[in-house]
């Protein structure tokens, strides 16, 4: 997905454009294995969803006519819609890569001399950006993503209804950014609320305190010290166990649920077939002794 040069006509997205040969190559020969070219599902989870997302708005999965590439999706823990999906800044994750591959910073030699570095040179490149950013992934290019997602949802009925989607959440959808300590033993209300903070100043440029202040009064009422809250099977449910819940609650629902949520309202309004779904079965093993996380996220698929 890394954008091979510093111009706005530099092809990019090569992730999904990867995706669409498959696509192409699925219509050509899935007859073959008994399939029907004109009922394909694209079926993506987490990244995998984004991906599918955007393939549903991109002009290039129209392949004679009107005929599409594919028809419906499932899109599991994740849309075009969420936060992370998009790369805010490609061009500074570019520049990053040429100055570590020792290549020039400008035109059409920084996009021939990084094609000739090697893969494992490449691979071996540390990233500077700031955390809940993503450094590689789809970027508008006006080819592969022609507009911002929720511009083409909103604006472009005709394009976006043309799908039967099925789309859902896990409980639980934060855990993988939280590390294992913080998992298994919980957490101080202060780490709670610097991680918020963190979070949040990667997302909004000013009113910072303001936003986590309101978001904290927001979620309190979901987190509290009742005996109901502090209880859990039977046992000892303490402060730590709920801060982190609280943390992994709003997580959750800004970087996932809430886009999913706000995708499911869109299509529904143009789709019948269209049909969200709440994971919340409970795994004969609960890795997080004392705790409620018994759904996590990537656990619906397993």
């Given amino acids: ?23 192409l190559w699925i219509q050509d020969n899935i007859d073959k294995f008994g399939g ?9 989870q987490g990244s995998g969803a984004v991906c599918a997302n955007f393939l549903m708005m991109s002009p290039m999965i129209i392949k ?14 994740g849309t075009a819609l969420s936060d992370w999906a998009l ?33 494992e040179d490449l691979m071996d490149i540390s990233i500077s950006i700031p955390e809940y950013q993503t450094p590689f992934g789809p970027i ?39 590390n294992t300590v913080a998992m298994a033993a919980g957490m101080l209300q202060e780490e709670t609320n610097s991680e ?9 440029e000013a009113n910072v305190g303001f936003i986590l202040a309101h978001t904290l009064s927001a979620y309190s009422r979901f987190v509290g010290t009742d005996n109901k809250l502090n209880s859990y099977d039977g046992q000892s449910y303490d402060s730590a166990f709920l801060n982190r819940d609280y943390l992994l609650n709003i997580l959750s629902d800004v970087r996932t649920v809430a886009p999913v949520t706000l995708m499911a309202k869109l299509h529904s309004a143009l789709n019948l077939n269209s ?28």
């Fill in 196 to 204: 918020l903070r963190k979070y949040f100043e990667t997302k909004f």
């Fill in 140 to 178: 508008i290019d006006q080819t592969v993503i022609p507009n911002y997602p929720k511009h083409i949802m909103s604006a472009y009925n005709d394009i976006f209804k043309r799908f039967e989607l099925i789309y859902g959440v896990m409980e639980v959808e934060s855990a993988h950014l939280l």
């Fill in 36 to 44: 029907d070219p004109n009922s394909v599902t694209l079926f993506g």
């Fill in 64 to 77: 004679e006519g009107d005929k599409l590439l594919f028809h419906r999706a499932i899109l599991m823990s």
């Fill in 1 to 23: 997905f890394l954008k091979p040069g510093l111009e706005d006509e530099s092809r990019s997205n090569f992730g999904l454009i990867d995706q669409i040969a498959a696509l």
């Fill in 87 to 119: 790369v805010k800044n490609p061009t500074h994750v570019t520049l990053q890569v040429a100055k570590a591959v020792r290549c020039p910073s400008n035109g059409k030699e920084l996009e021939e001399c990084l094609r000739k570095r090697r893969l």
């Fill in 275 to 302: 049909y969200f779904y709440v994971f919340g079965h409970k795994t004969a093993s609960n890795y997080y002794y004392v705790s409620k996380i018994c759904y996590i996220h990537t656990v619906d698929f397993l």
